[in-house]
């Protein structure tokens, strides 16, 4: 059934994001991918002119250069939004933040005319005129709404997940959002951890077959010069699915062989896909939970594969390296 509904569902949503994009007169993914993404592309003005990789690299060092360290220090600074009986909202003295450069994005605050006006105090008064990115977990759709992906999993069916995602990336892109932080690719083998749901299941197989098409429909075909593509994320970086006892944020040991022919095939997959972020996990690998691992970050996932995107902490982990006993504070 819902291969038969998606298909007239998405071309109702195609058109009604148009039209939106047209009233709006906005461009799609502003040229802050240039400073945090490599290789990302993004339009040049409301007339949508391309921008080549090797000139939005150009523009985010001469950007880069005239930042301080506390301005760059900013740029890596997400700020959560808030919520009232409305809606989203900026977080108290978010405006502020802004003008002062430190603040880079903002995590779960969208909505055209909220992100419209907070783009304008980033571009217009801010010191160097740096665009802001808008970011959300945007799981299993966004005003339509699909199966949890391990039901599409079950489907067997990647190109149906592939359409699932691109319907939410037109759907969230017109309200403002540029940054989704799904897929989750993380191999789960024990259902007594609650995020089993959010991702493919057991099978590495399936996993990177379903990594792939969720990363292609998150981001299109063309690129990030569409108006309705968004950046895909890859979680959590690795392992995080081998919490102990299913207890989330706690640790788990993981073998080399078990590493590579079962959690990271999926991740992979989905930089071979061309997703633009990752997100490093909690997990322990080895000891070393990924946001402190350097074998991961640097010698795998850099070195190894090529990637050349931006890899984000996730909810304070950073901070959770302190229960994990690897830092003894927050400085460390």
Known sequence: MLGDVLPAELERVETTVTKWKAALRTPPICAALALLVAGAVSAASAQRRPVSPERAARVADSVLALLSLDEKVGQLVQSPGGRDQTG?????????????????????????????????????????????????????????????????????????????????????????????????????????????????????????????????????????TAATSLLATAKHFVGYGTTEGGRDYNTGEIGERTLWDVYLPPFEAAERAGVATFMAGFSAVDGMPPHANRWLLTDVLRDRWGFGGLVVSDWDGVGELIPHGVAATRAD
Do not use: C, K, N
């Open 88 to 224: 989203p909202t900026a977080p108290s003295g978010g405006e502020d933040a802004v003008r002062a450069g430190r603040v880079g994005s903002f995590l779960s605050f969208w909505g055209a005319d909220a992100t419209r006006r907070m783009q304008r105090v980033a571009v217009e008064q801010s010191p160097h005129h740096v665009p802001l990115l808008f970011a959300m977990d945007i799981i299993h759709g966004f005003r339509t709404i699909f199966p949890q992906p391990l039901g599409e999993a079950a489907s067997f069916d990647p190109e149906l997940a592939r359409r699932a995602s691109r319907a939410a990336a037109v759907e969230a892109s017109a309200v403002g959002i540029h940054w989704t932080f799904a897929p989750m690719v993380d191999i789960a083998r024990d259902p007594r951890w609650g995020r089993v749901v959010e991702g493919a299941g057991e099978d590495p197989y399936l996993g990177a077959r379903m990594a792939e098409a969720r990363v292609r429909g998150f981001q299109g075909d063309s690129g990030f």
